[in-house]
T-cell receptor, first 111, second 111 residues
């Protein structure tokens, strides 16, 4: 099982771009990289998923280098409502449906 | 389409009591899982299932049992509650492409 490592916390200000990096050195060939957001007292919510290169949706971008040993979640122009915990997960292929959450990154967005 | 539902929302147990946390999904997802989240911590995988009749252990399975008799339901049984099982329990489901949908959680206190 690929283990992930993320910064424990990050601070930012409204309107800035935030990049959260996740390290996953033991990622398997068929594993996908998925990011979740969690607000207090709620279950995690899916943000974005990718396999390689770059993926973009309406809320975030995900950058994955060629070796896939890390990934970066990019949140453009954050607002106060983006204050949350962000989790990076690796897995989901047929051989690794055991999806393990890491400790996550607590993002605090200040006015 | 209700998504993932969990009952009860809150539960208080005495040490040694048993109970079942219910989880149901109406999205015809094959993959379902149970996580626990202790205060200020990340999510830890308890058990998961890749289809009806198939279950497997996660990171912290001791003290919990699961079964998956239908695609829709994935109950979690606490065999003999202990104070260490005080936590918030989240159920999740996903299709083969790994985007997990989480329920609202069950807050369990064991005294």
């Amino acid at each position: 099982l690929a283990k992930t490592t993320q910064p424990i916390s990050m601070d930012s200000y409204e309107g800035q771009e935030v990049n959260i990096t996740c390290s996953h050195n033991n990622i398997a060939t068929n594993d996908y990289i998925t990011w979740y957001q969690q607000f207090p007292s709620q279950g995690p919510r899916f943000i974005i998923q990718g396999y390689k290169t770059k993926v973009t949706n309406e809320v975030a971008s995900l950058f994955i280098p060629a070796d896939r040993k890390s990934s970066t979640l990019s949140l453009p122009r954050v607002s106060l409502s983006d204050t949350a915990v962000y989790y990076c997960l690796v897995g989901g292929s047929d051989s690794s449906y055991k999806l393990i959450f890491g400790s996550g990154t607590r993002l605090l967005v200040r006015p | 389409n209700a998504g993932v539902t969990q009952t009860p929302k809150f539960q208080v147990l005495k040490t040694g009591q048993s109970m079942t946390l219910q989880c149901a999904q109406d999205m015809n997802h094959e993959y379902m899982s149970w996580y626990r989240q202790d205060p200020g911590m990340g999510l830890r995988l308890i058990h998961y299932s890749v289809g009806a009749g198939i279950t497997d252990q996660g990171e912290v399975p001791n003290g919990y049992n699961v079964s998956r008799s239908t695609t829709e339901d994935f109950p979690l049984r606490l065999l003999s509650a202990a104070p260490s099982q005080t936590s918030v329990y989240f159920c999740a489901s996903s299709s083969a492409m790994y985007e997990q949908y989480f329920g609202p959680g069950t807050r369990l206190t064991v005294t």
